[in-house]
């Protein structure tokens, strides 16, 4: 230890305000009065009954130091619920919410400050909690357990950013708390659905009557669990809640009114020498309904490489299964009654049957999401796709402006959720149509790391490599993208892609056969069959090139070579020249 080094063991706490940025921009002043009027009503006396000191503040966050890891965590419960309580007067996008994170680690004393790996890690931990909620590590969670009443959920191992391994961390928000309780009473009444799609991953069956193999079908239910975690839209019941149902045989819809989720996924393993298959069900909660169901058969070369990719392979399924599942829903219900998730829901229909007339419906019901609800992050995304769409297929009559806008909302979407893939993902989109691509591919591989499920985000990075002239690294990203969701309602695009990356490097035979795969999906719009009429130009298939073109105009009347250069914004500029003298090729007039 270097000499005049003082270390010490204490309880380290990170606080931060959500939207910070987007609350100074709304209204600087009543932000900063409403934060300081928080901190001397109720947190400032708060800390200071549980022993706690205020080592600095950061415009938008407070560090804390106490000497009891149970004392800083009960007085972060009583934060969360005094700032839950004092809120529900004010209206919801001028809200001060916090994100906490707690740890209990050696720290350095540099005179009032404190440094160290334990306060790294407790800030770590505030950027993974919910709003309103505490996310702590095991360490402290060892030390609080049986000691406090408030529980705290298992949110499994977290990658930290800049922490070296993986971190075992719980968390707690007043809604799961406020169900406990309920659960609790004795009263026996099924618990509430969040606002958001809620699902439980119930332990695997293991059908090899083998005890060995408990910990396989344990560790794919564990694994899939920490997986759907990473979905910012979905709500996922924790393992120790579903393992409680291991060695049972429930009734579904009662498993999804007792945990108060709309969906429950189920599964088994059963091995048979050096085999093994998986199979995996969703049941819709409520009816009890089959949504999807999947069997995968393997060999055991490698068991945790078996594990890793199944639980890749359902978890990518899952996701566009319950997103169809959630749209359907939202369509059967009134108008007037739709809250922000189900504007949103409702929205994303209209959006994904790519015309004008339904774009603009998805614009309009997005913006009442957002309208709603000002911090509601895939409200912000979902108006950023619909412009998005609006700008490739001239859905406007002012191209730039729609731009600008798109900018505008999937910054805010960012703001809004910075935890959220799919907002990185509407963002980078936008950028590489900016031809701002270096933000444009950061954006897209955040989105990537955040969610490695996540299709769309491999999507959007392959069509930044595409712009950006890495070619084969694009034609990988949609392979992957197309492997994780083989059923989106985006193949279309992955697809046309897929064709515009094998168009540029040339091998027009295989562009051919990327593009007539796009033009059979049901939702193809316009740039499809322009694919298909680029490629099959060049690779000299005259009448289907002529086929696919006639095809083209039908569905988009105004299109003119000029658009080429708008939705397809390479950095080379003898890229777009192919693809103009591909449609040339297939007879487009001058």
């Known amino acids: 230890m270097a000499e005049g080094t003082k270390r010490r063991l204490a309880a380290i706490v990170s606080a931060d305000v959500v939207g910070y940025s987007r609350l100074m921009g709304v209204d600087e002043v009543s932000t900063l009065a409403a934060l300081r009027a928080h901190r001397a009503e109720m947190i400032d006396d708060k800390i200071a009954e549980y022993r706690g000191r205020i ?90 357990r049986d000691r406090l009443e408030a529980s705290f959920e298992d949110f499994g191992e977290q990658a930290l950013k800049n922490i070296a391994r993986p971190l075992q961390v719980w968390r707690w928000s007043l809604v799961a708390s406020n169900n406990r309780v309920s659960t609790a009473s004795g009263e026996g009444e099924a618990l ?159 959006l994904y049957r790519f015309n004008a007339a339904d774009n603009a419906v998805a614009q309009r019901l997005f913006r009442r999401a957002t309208e709603l609800s000002n911090t509601f992050a895939p409200a912000h995304a979902g108006l950023t796709h619909a412009l998005y769409y609006a700008y490739m297929h001239g859905h406007t009559g002012d191209r730039q402006a729609t731009l600008d806008e798109a900018y505008t909302t999937g910054r805010a979407a960012v703001a809004a959720d910075e935890r959220d893939a799919d907002t990185h993902f509407a963002l980078g989109r936008i950028q590489y149509l900016r031809q701002e691509t270096a933000a444009s591919l950061k954006e897209l591989e955040t989105a990537i790391n955040q969610n490695p499920s996540f299709a769309h985000a491999y999507l959007g990075f392959g069509t930044a490599l595409l712009y950006d002239s890495q070619c084969e690294r694009c034609i990988e990203a949609c392979d992957e993208a197309a492997r994780l969701s083989p059923h989106d309602p985006l193949m279309w695009t992955i697809l046309a892609v897929k064709a515009y990356g094998l168009i540029v490097l040339g091998r027009n035979p295989e562009a051919v056969e990327a593009a007539r795969e796009a033009v059979r999906q049901p939702t193809a719009p316009w740039t499809a069959y322009f694919a298909l009429a680029v490629a099959s130009g060049l690779a000299g298939n005259g009448e289907e090139a002529a086929a696919a073109l006639a095809d083209m105009l039908r569905l988009n009347r105004d299109f003119s070579t000029d658009d080429i250069r708008q939705v397809l914004p390479f950095r080379e500029s003898a890229h777009a020249d192919r693809f103009i003298e591909g449609l040339r090729l297939a007879g487009l007039e001058d």
Not at 67 to 77: F, G, L, Y
Not at 226 to 246: D, G, M, P, Q, W
């Open 192 to 350: 509430s659905v969040p606002n958001k799609p809620s699902i439980a991953v119930l332990p695997f069956d293991n059908m090899s009557r083998d005890p060995e193999e408990e910990f396989f079908a344990d560790g794919m239910a564990e694994d899939i669990i920490t997986a759907l975690s990473r979905h910012r839209s979905l709500f996922v019941i924790a393992r120790n809640s579903t393992f409680a149902y291991k060695g049972q045989s429930p009734d579904l819809r009662k498993v999804a009114a007792e945990l108060g989720v709309r969906y429950v996924l189920e599964g088994s393993v059963r091995k048979g020498g050096n085999r093994v298959r998986i199979t995996a069900q969703l049941i819709e909660g409520e009816s009890g309904n089959h949504i999807w169901a999947e069997r995968y058969d393997r060999t055991l070369d490698d068991i945790f490489a078996v594990q890793d990719e199944m639980t890749q392979a359902i978890t990518a399924r899952i996701g566009p299964e319950i997103d169809q599942a959630e749209r359907d829903r939202a369509r059967t219900l009134p108008p007037e009654n739709l809250d922000a998730w189900e504007n949103y829901q409702r929205g994303l229909w209209h």
């Open 55 to 144: 080592v600095k503040t950061m415009g938008d966050g407070l560090l804390l130091e106490f000497p009891s890891v149970v004392d800083a965590t009960q007085c972060m419960v009583e934060i969360q619920s005094g700032m839950a309580e004092r809120n529900q007067s004010i209206d919801e996008d001028r809200r001060i919410t916090f994100r906490i994170g707690v740890n209990l680690g050696d720290i350095i004393i540099d005179g009032d400050d404190i440094l160290g790996d334990g306060v790294n890690i407790a800030a770590r931990l505030q950027e993974i909690a919910e709003p309103g909620g505490i996310a702590i590590s095991n360490r402290v969670h060892e030390d609080i």
